[in-house]
């Protein structure tokens, strides 16, 4: 495809409810990162994938949070159990190299908007 | 740990003039990478300009430049001849120079562009 896709777009859960947030990356790149943007702040980080392996998964906020790629292309964010606290913009980015900055621009998402009521 | 700091929360700017969006950051890192980034309602990221800290020259972008002060750990950007699309969320954002590594983002700055 052109870009990052991400869906659904929007998301309304009920507190308690588990939910799956899809994204499909641009074809062949091999980090792919999830950030979580609250209402009126910047993203932050949750975790990071080099192909299928998950790298880094410091920013999971909770064992509430699980990411998977199985085969380093499309990636999962399920969250069990939402809760309130947990609404927010979930933004997936990937990119063409493992080394981020100038030379394997980050292309993100338009991102999912989940509310938990 | 690095962080981003944007201390104007709102701007706005008249239609064709020159707006400044301030940033400051903290890092112990030698190497690594400034962005801009910019945000509209559609709520995708879109890269403006970066900067290579090993780099001295300012990185311009067509309307877009920075002021990139690496001792005063300040990364500022300057938008001339404003358009009413650059009205847009502003992100400030580091990240190292390394394999993997995340973005780190700054609050934002909310630009609002007048007719």
């Known amino acids: 495809g052109a870009g990052v896709s991400q869906s659904p777009r929007y998301k309304v859960a009920k507190r308690g409810q588990d939910v799956a947030l899809r994204c499909d990356p641009i074809s062949g790149h091999v980090s792919l990162f999830w950030y979580q943007q609250a209402l009126g702040q910047g993203p932050e980080f949750l975790t990071y994938f080099q192909n299928e392996a998950q790298l880094d998964k410091s920013g999971l906020p909770s064992d509430r949070f699980f990411a998977e790629r199985p085969e380093g292309s499309v990636s999962t964010l399920k969250i069990q159990r939402t809760q309130q606290e947990d609404s927010a913009v979930y933004l997936c980015a990937s990119s063409l190299g493992i080394r981020g900055g100038g030379n394997s621009p980050l292309h993100f998402g338009n991102g999912t908007r989940l509310t938990v009521t | 740990a690095q962080t981003v700091t944007q201390s104007q929360p709102e701007m706005s700017v008249q239609e064709a003039e020159t707006v400044t969006l301030s940033c400051t950051y903290d890092?112990?890192?030698?190497?690594?990478?400034l962005f801009w980034y910019k945000q509209p309602p559609s709520r995708q990221m879109i890269l403006v300009i970066r900067q290579e800290a090993y780099k001295q020259q300012n990185a311009t972008e067509n309307r877009f430049s920075v002021n990139f002060q690496k001792a005063a750990k300040s990364f500022s950007l300057k938008i001339s001849d404003s358009q009413l699309g650059d009205t847009a969320m502003y992100f400030c954002?580091?990240?190292?120079?390394?394999?993997?590594?995340?973005?780190?983002f700054g609050e934002g700055t909310q630009l609002t562009v007048n007719p």
């Open positions: 954002a580091f990240m190292k120079q390394a394999s993997g590594s995340r973005l780190t």
């Open positions: 890092t112990s890192e030698s190497n690594y990478y």
